[in-house]
């Protein structure tokens, strides 16, 4: 089992930037990929990016290309969402994932956190 907590989410104003930490215990972090998703109020939920176990490949969906990047560091167990030039409809729960393909991780999760709230005012 992997548990996994995310934390940084907040109000912000448009144009801001904002990190996301997503902090994992019991397996093995670095024996898993992880990744970003996002949801909306009213839309299912979206994949925003993934990183393989040693941060040697990372994969983003087209519409957050450039403005999100996505890191981890292994040696604590933390997941990161780096998030630049914030806009409206960015506003949705952010929950990180983790799961033993890269490749597939956009498509089946093993674990999920709870999620953290960003909001983006105009």
């Known amino acids: 089992q992997v548990q996994l907590v995310e934390s940084g989410g907040g109000l912000v104003q448009a144009g801001d930037s904002l990190r996301l930490s997503c902090t994992a215990s019991?397996?093995?972090?670095?024996?898993?990929?992880m990744g970003w998703f996002r949801q909306a109020p009213g839309k299912e939920r979206e994949f925003l990016a993934a990183?393989?176990?040693?941060?040697?490949?990372?994969s983003y969906a087209d519409s957050v290309q450039g403005r999100f990047t996505i890191s981890r560091n292994n040696a604590v167990n933390t997941l990161y969402l780096q998030i630049n030039g914030l806009k409206p409809e960015d506003t949705a729960v952010y929950y990180c994932?983790?799961?033993?393909?890269?490749?597939?991780?956009?498509?089946?999760?093993?674990?999920w956190g709870q999620g953290t709230q960003v909001t983006v005012s105009s």
């Open positions: 994932a983790a799961g033993i393909s890269f490749v597939r991780l956009k498509y089946n999760a093993n674990y």
């Open positions: 019991g397996r093995t972090f670095s024996g898993y990929a």
């Open positions: 990183i393989n176990f040693s941060s040697g490949s990372t």
